[in-house]
């Protein structure tokens, strides 16, 4: 697995608001258009989107998962560069002590992804297919 974090998605309870807090608050730049159920801002270094908590438990059908506002309402993910990666991310995981919380398959988004949790339960998803990967190992945004 490469050194990176490709996206950070906080869940939050009103995606309009926190849209205003990141975008007109701070002046993070973001594509977002009301009705299209996330957020992605251009950052440095990473990705950082908005995501309704309900849609993202639905992402997730593991009922010990319930994703909140705050420390539980995080996932982390991790893009690869090629479909078969994420098999092998996945399996790394696993055999260093991750917890399977999602296998890998194919995503309505059009890509494939899985979800892992760390030992201390923290939630990763391994995900192909959503952006390219520039060379240096961000994501391309449109």
Known sequence: MEPRISLITLGVSNLERSVHFYRDGLGWPTSYEPGQGVAFFKTWGSVFALYPLEEMAKEIP??????????????LAHNCRERQDVDTVMAQAIAA????????SDTFWGGYSGYFSDPDGYVWEIAWGAFPIGEDGHLILP
């Not at 593991?62 to 996932?75: H, L, N, R, V, Y």
């Not at 002590?97 to 890998?104: D, E, H, I």
């Open 62 to 75: 593991d009922g010990s998962f319930t994703p909140q506002a705050g420390a539980c309402g995080i996932t």
């Open 97 to 104: 002590g991750g917890q399977l919380r999602k296998a890998a």
